[in-house]
């Protein structure tokens, strides 16, 4: 049995995984604990936002996030692979940066639009 | 004579001038002191805002940019890098900028959004050295997220609320250090999901109850001591432990920003030090409305744009229709459990159906009844499982169980389970 | 060869600087941090005292009057911050009621103008929020509150502006005698000069051990503060001092010439510049401040810092010529009335000079005064015309002040210019109010690095080593924009 607490709304539901049960789940407020639940132990997920170098824009970094969640254990080599990102104004938001990265199957996408 | 003027263009403004515009205000001004819209939110760059509004976790300058982009299909103006300087009673805005210089401009309405400003070291007395290294969170995020650099490489966080939280993944993922987390009280003043994500995930630990008593180092911060608080809320001698860093993050509490406020005359909550205001989020100056966290700091900024559209439909109506009729005033206190209750007081001819309740608890509650009580009569009962101080709570108090109120004073408790 | 060096630019070196720099000499000012008054200067009481303190026939008496009529005068033409707001100390006690008579009478003798005795009521009249307590005061009308930092910069600026030349970073290491002279060791290599004045405050009797044996001692004397929110400022509209009891003596409470109020400072010798702020320490202030006024709100502190003054184990100032060393000056000691004094003791310097035949003669063109804008301080109509005239005015920077992008570049490109955000905040007033430079610090960064042509992660805070930004991120793009 494990605790893992919810993140899915800020409720924040301590949640009991049972492992040895197929990661039954009790103590969730409602059904997006199960999944999480589930989740958490299984395979680990989090969107990464970052940013990357913009050139010629107001401010000298764009914001960027994962297009989805990507494995937790992936979190440094994704961050790792935008340091020699370089963007050039004019920036528009859901730009993809990088296709695929780190082969997650997530793209890397701008958040914001900027000249 | 403009119809509405709103101070501020983050997310309280951008909501108040869309819905003001929607209401149907046709002559609508946004004065913002930065060189574009958004206001704090372009430097939150983590995601989890929208998911009330949206239905979606998006980063901040996503959030922003929905409403930016909602605006350009209005025909309200804006005056980027323009500061106001004044608003008098009879609500002149005075503002300066480079492009259009000293401006007096007079409005039928106006709008405060000028949102918070974080406490600073000087405002929680830590002693020690006062070297370069200790800065507020939200100063170092923007040197991070906007301009590029890094503001150190060993980090000790003071104070676990949400923007501390946040720049301890930040930091780390960018290349520092990030060693631990302090905070005074016995439970963190952040979003559990926050605690998760940004402590958890990175084996950061956060140590409650506990407090920085020495900063030292002479030019650069070299050294934090760290010690453990007592229930009489002083360092427990022997419990120090000596952190090697050379920089410490602030996150110990926003203030909202009422300096204009104060000085147009406006009546003051000491609890929430912001505005006083009626249902409809109206000032005590008629045609003034104050919104988001310059008047109650949020923890999620749905709900500052909730109560900004508010803000700005009210405007229009003002604007429109004049005041609100003259009836009963309902006084709404704050019971022995509660930081403070916004609105402050009800207009029951301003209630169409319900009028939204937002407060915050002092101390964690578990599963408890909230109740709303006007002299001994409980006109209101509300279940929650769990309230926390780092939660803002809302409810919606009928207008029928507002009539049936005995007195004139409305009080809200907590009762425990 | 100089004709002068003066050993630090604190207040009295910077006072100096600016009574020399009216004659035909050159003056060189060697400070050993990398901007001017940046040691007991710099964090202080910000106080004029009237002069009723020190003891009738000694320096301090006859300094601290002269020095605070002095002030007055240059405060106003220099445009330097000061306010004439008169001081009270209370007897907070039946048993203190003589010793206001004393102090009366210390007064009278040293040449304080127009003190008097108040009542309870009087004294209660001028200042309801005073305690209960409260039997009478002393009050005298000559005290002033000052920007002390700004004192000692405008000083210094007109001094520059008048050919004496400011070196910053320059530690003075070792001091010889040469023929006719002095030469002194600074970082990269040694001045030449006729005449030393030692300015250099807490140091000041080991730059004297440089040349001679000191016969006085500098124990460095830590005093602890909090600057409060300009929503106390108005607390007490006077400054308002204790009489010296077991408690101690000196904390004050006094407004200030931005407006906020300050309180402190309590007395413990340290070792060198210790600056650090101590939980007791600020206990004590609080406590003792208390007592004075009650109702305090210290929950609207905006600061709390230290500062160290330059006690001396002699009671009076150290002024004169080392009879050993002929044309070594020092203006040493400059404890509590040293700020008031300042002027004063530069006439005491002047006049030593003159009398070995240094001095030159008055310059013919020597071009005194000094304008600061203050932009929050000006009329509706003045800002429009200036705004107008000058686009920057127009770009406020610092929201809590009120300061413009105008006077951060009228502080970058000042006769003695800012360099560090810190600099850039004791001159133009940019990271002093409620929020710290939490706001504007990252903009004045952005401004001394357009301006100055320097790397973002070389600004610094304030002193050396104090650098704002450790790296930047995103490295591996760097090469790739």
């Given at each position: 049995m494990k605790e893992v607490i919810c993140t899915c709304c800020p409720q924040g539901?301590?949640?009991?995984?049972?492992?040895?049960?197929?990661?039954?789940?009790?103590?969730?407020?409602?059904?997006?604990?199960?999944?999480?639940?589930?989740?958490?132990?299984?395979?680990?997920?989090?969107?990464?936002?970052?940013?990357?170098?913009?050139?010629?824009?107001?401010?000298?970094?764009?914001?960027?996030?994962?297009?989805?969640?990507?494995?937790?254990?992936?979190?440094?080599?994704?961050?790792?692979?935008?340091?020699?990102?370089?963007?050039?104004?004019?920036?528009?938001?859901?730009?993809?940066?990088?296709?695929?990265v780190c082969g997650t199957g997530a793209d890397i996408v701008t958040c914001r639009d900027m000249a | 004579m403009v119809d509405l003027v709103i101070i501020g263009g983050g997310p309280a403004g951008l909501a108040a001038a869309c819905k003001a515009w929607e209401s149907g205000l046709r002559d609508i001004l946004i004065l913002e002191r930065d060189k574009e819209l958004g206001g704090i939110l372009n430097q939150c760059i983590h995601n989890g805002f929208g998911l009330h509004r949206f239905g979606e976790q998006l980063t901040g300058p996503e959030y922003a940019g929905r409403f930016i982009a909602m605006l350009k299909n209005t025909g309200v103006k804006v005056q980027l890098d323009t500061m106001v300087l004044e608003v008098t009673p009879d609500k002149k805005v005075h503002c300066v900028s480079k492009e259009y210089g000293y401006q007096i401009i007079e409005a039928k309405s106006i709008v405060l959004g000028m949102g918070c400003r974080e406490r600073t070291r000087g405002a929680i007395g830590t002693p020690g050295t006062r070297p370069?290294?200790?800065?507020?969170?939200?100063?170092?995020?923007?040197?991070?997220?906007?301009?590029?650099?890094?503001?150190?490489?060993?980090?000790?966080?003071?104070?676990?609320?949400?923007?501390?939280?946040?720049?301890?993944?930040?930091?780390?993922?960018?290349?520092?250090?990030?060693?631990?987390?302090?905070?005074?009280?016995?439970?963190?003043?952040?979003?559990?999901?926050?605690?998760?994500?940004?402590?958890?995930?990175?084996?950061?630990?956060?140590?409650?109850?506990?407090?920085?008593?020495?900063?030292?180092?002479?030019?650069?911060?070299?050294?934090?001591?760290?010690?453990?608080?007592?229930?009489?809320?002083?360092?427990?001698?022997?419990?120090?432990?000596?952190?090697?860093?050379?920089?410490?993050?602030?996150?110990?509490?926003?203030?909202?920003?009422?300096?204009?406020?104060?000085?147009?005359?406006?009546?003051?909550?000491?609890?929430t030090k912001g505005a006083i205001v009626y249902e409809n989020m109206e000032?005590?100056?008629?045609?003034?409305?104050?919104?988001?966290?310059?008047?109650?700091?949020?923890?999620?900024?749905?709900?500052?744009?909730?109560?900004?559209?508010?803000?700005?439909?009210?405007?229009?109506?003002?604007?429109?229709?004049?005041?609100v009729a003259e009836g009963r005033v309902l006084t709404v206190k704050p019971g022995a459990d509660l930081g403070y209750t916004l609105p402050q007081r009800i207009r029951l001819e301003g209630v169409e159906k319900s009028t939204n309740?937002?407060?915050?608890?002092?101390?964690?509650?578990?599963?408890?009844?909230?109740?709303?009580?006007?002299?001994?009569?409980?006109?209101?009962?509300?279940?929650?499982?769990?309230?926390?101080?780092?939660?803002?709570?809302?409810?919606?108090?009928?207008?029928?169980?507002?009539?049936?109120?005995?007195?004139?004073?409305?009080?809200?408790?907590?009762?425990?389970? | 060869m100089y004709d002068i060096a003066i050993i630090g630019c604190g207040v009295i070196g910077a006072a100096a600087a600016y009574a020399l720099s009216r004659y035909d000499n050159k003056v060189v000012i060697l400070e050993a941090e990398n901007d001017v008054a940046d040691c007991t200067t710099k964090a202080n009481s910000a106080i004029l005292h009237a002069g009723y303190d020190p003891a009738p026939g000694t320096r301090m008496a006859r300094l601290n009057v002269r020095g605070v009529a002095l002030a007055k005068e240059i405060c106003a033409k220099l445009d330097v911050s000061y306010k004439q707001c008169g001081s009270l100390v209370l007897a907070l006690d039946e048993k203190e009621l003589p010793h206001l008579q004393h102090l009366f009478e210390n007064g009278t003798a040293n040449g304080v103008p127009d003190m008097k005795i108040l009542s309870r009521e009087e004294t209660l009249a001028m200042e309801p929020n005073l305690s209960e307590k409260v039997c009478g005061a002393l009050w005298a009308p000559s005290a002033a509150i000052v920007n002390p930092w700004e004192y000692a910069l405008a000083m210094t600026e007109v001094a520059v502006r008048n050919?004496?030349?400011?070196?910053?970073?320059?530690?003075?290491?070792?001091?010889?005698?040469?023929?006719?002279?002095?030469?002194?060791?600074?970082?990269?290599?040694?001045?030449?000069?006729?005449?030393?004045?030692?300015?250099?405050?807490?140091?000041?009797?080991?730059?004297?051990?440089?040349?001679?044996?000191?016969?006085?001692?500098?124990?460095?004397?830590?005093?602890?503060?909090?600057?409060?929110?300009?929503?106390?400022?108005?607390?007490?509209?006077?400054?308002?001092?204790?009489?010296?009891?077991?408690?101690?003596?000196?904390?004050?409470?006094?407004?200030?010439?931005?407006?906020?109020?300050?309180?402190?400072?309590?007395?413990?010798?340290?070792?060198?510049?210790?600056?650090?702020?101590?939980?007791?320490?600020?206990?004590?202030?609080?406590?003792?401040?208390?007592?004075?006024?009650?109702?305090?709100?210290?929950?609207?502190?905006?600061?709390?810092?230290?500062?160290?003054?330059a006690n001396l184990d002699v009671d009076d100032f150290i002024i004169g010529e080392e009879p050993e060393a002929p044309g070594w000056i020092d203006l040493a000691g400059m404890k509590s009335p040293g700020l008031s004094a300042a002027p004063a003791v530069a006439e005491e310097a002047v006049a030593i000079l003159k009398e070995r035949g240094v001095l030159g003669t008055e310059k013919a063109d020597y071009k005194d005064g000094r304008r600061h804008i203050r932009f929050k301080e000006l009329s509706a109509e003045e800002k429009a015309a200036l705004v107008k005239e000058q686009p920057a005015y127009g770009r406020v920077i610092c929201r809590c002040e009120t300061i413009t992008e105008g006077e951060i570049l009228a502080a970058l490109h000042s006769e003695v210019p800012a360099n560090t955000i810190d600099g850039v905040k004791r001159r133009a007033g940019a990271g002093m109010g409620r929020c710290q430079g939490g706001f504007c610090g990252p903009r004045v960064l952005e401004l001394i690095s357009r301006e100055l042509g320097i790397d973002p992660l070389d600004i610094l805070q304030d002193k050396n080593g104090s650098n704002v930004l450790v790296s930047e991120t995103k490295v591996g793009g760097k090469s790739n924009g």
């Open positions: 539901c301590h949640l009991q995984v049972d492992e040895a049960n197929d990661y039954k789940v009790t103590g969730n407020g409602c059904p997006n604990g199960i999944a999480y639940g589930k989740e958490e132990l299984t395979h680990p997920t989090r969107i990464i936002t970052s940013t990357v170098r913009a050139e010629g824009c107001l401010h000298s970094r764009c914001p960027v996030k994962t297009s989805k969640p990507v494995p937790k254990g992936q979190m440094a080599e994704v961050v790792a692979a935008l340091d020699s990102v370089v963007l050039h104004a004019p920036i528009h938001v859901g730009d993809v940066v990088l296709t695929d | 370069a290294g200790v800065y507020t969170a939200g100063a170092a995020q923007r040197y991070v997220n906007m301009e590029g650099y890094l503001v150190g490489k060993r980090v000790l966080i003071l104070g676990s609320g949400d923007i501390g939280l946040i720049m301890a993944r930040r930091m780390t993922l960018e290349g520092a250090k990030v060693l631990a987390c302090v905070e005074v009280m016995p439970y963190s003043g952040g979003l559990t999901r926050n605690i998760v994500q940004c402590l958890n995930d990175f084996d950061i630990p956060l140590y409650l109850s506990h407090t920085i008593v020495d900063i030292q180092g002479k030019n650069r911060v070299e050294k934090a001591i760290v010690a453990e608080i007592g229930p009489d809320r002083k360092p427990i001698p022997g419990t120090e432990m000596e952190f090697d860093v050379d920089t410490i993050l602030l996150s110990v509490g926003l203030i909202p920003e009422n300096e204009l406020t104060k000085q147009a005359g406006i009546e003051m909550d000491l609890r000032t005590s100056i008629p045609g003034v409305f104050a919104c988001g966290n310059v008047v109650q700091v949020h923890d999620l900024v749905d709900f500052v744009s909730g109560e900004s559209e508010l803000a700005g439909a009210a405007a229009a109506n003002y604007v429109q229709n004049g005041p309740v937002s407060f915050r608890v002092r101390r964690i509650c578990g599963k408890s009844t909230i109740l709303v009580k006007s002299g001994d009569t409980v006109i209101a009962r509300f279940k929650r499982d769990r309230l926390a101080p780092g939660e803002m709570e809302h409810i919606a108090l009928p207008r029928v169980l507002l009539d049936r109120a005995p007195v004139d004073e409305v009080t809200i408790e907590i009762e425990e389970a | 050919g004496v030349e400011l070196r910053r970073n320059c530690k003075v290491t070792d001091a010889n005698a040469i023929e006719g002279g002095y030469r002194l060791t600074v970082p990269g290599g040694t001045v030449e000069t006729r005449c030393v004045i030692n300015a250099a405050g807490i140091w000041a009797d080991k730059v004297h051990c440089m040349v001679e044996p000191a016969n006085f001692h500098i124990i460095p004397t830590r005093g602890e503060y909090y600057l409060l929110d300009k929503s106390e400022g108005t607390r007490v509209s006077h400054v308002i001092f204790q009489c010296p009891n077991e408690l101690g003596k000196g904390v004050l409470v006094a407004p200030t010439v931005h407006g906020n109020l300050i309180v402190g400072p309590n007395a413990e010798p340290v070792e060198g510049n210790d600056t650090s702020c101590t939980s007791s320490g600020l206990e004590f202030v609080k406590a003792t401040a208390q007592r004075s006024v009650p109702s305090i709100n210290f929950g609207e502190s905006i600061r709390s810092f230290a500062g160290v003054r």
